[in-house]
């Protein structure tokens, strides 16, 4: 059960912080959100559902203000090339530029949660969905966290959350209740 568990998390993790390079100017306050966040809620067909959460990802991405797109880009690059501390001061400097700028919050989330620093993870995502209540990889990247603090009733309740936003992300419900098992039999 444990391989399995993790097989699926890991998938979740990619979901978490997928990047895509089409660059539309935006950031989470786009208008096309809403109706796109509409469509991926009741989207069944795991594919469509992925084509439509790359469009969000597209435009959570980009930001108007051409330095915040160039920090995000490069924090991007370092992170893909495993330069973890660079990326972390990198985001640190995003988010002090632009404190609105979810993704880039999100982005730390995920550098926090690589390095074990669980707590500074949950602060950002908590940054993040106060920005965009709505963003998925920063829901999955909660339950994702609480996974790693070993507190599997909140990680439960995350992944919950994240199904509300985007029911057909690949591993949720199967994590959802493994996670459902591990609390019945205190397994794991």
Not at 135 to 159: C, E, I, N, P, T
Request: aromatic residues 12%; hydrophobic residues 45%; contains cysteine.
């Amino acid at each position: 059960m444990r391989q399995k568990l993790f097989i699926t998390i890991r998938g979740i993790a990619i979901c978490w912080c997928m990047i895509t390079s089409t660059a539309l100017y935006a950031d989470q306050n786009d208008p096309r959100l809403e109706e796109l966040f509409a469509s991926l809620k009741t989207e069944t067909d795991m594919f469509a559902a992925n084509s439509i959460a790359n469009a969000i990802w597209q435009i959570w991405f980009e930001h108007e203000d051409p330095m915040a797109n160039s920090l995000m880009t490069r924090g991007v690059q370092q992170m893909e090339s495993y330069s973890i501390s660079a990326a972390l001061q990198t985001f640190d400097r995003l988010i002090a530029l632009k404190p609105d700028f979810a993704e880039a919050w999100n982005r730390r989330a995920t550098i926090y949660y690589q390095m074990g620093e669980y707590d500074a993870s949950l602060r950002d995502i908590d940054e993040v969905l106060k920005l965009e209540p709505f963003h998925f990889g920063a829901l999955s990247g909660r339950g994702l966290v609480y996974m790693g603090k070993q507190d599997y009733f909140m990680a439960r309740g995350a992944f919950l959350t994240l199904l509300e936003v985007y029911p057909a992300m690949p591993g949720v419900k199967e994590n959802i209740l493994m996670l459902e098992e591990v609390l019945r039999n205190g397994a794991i």
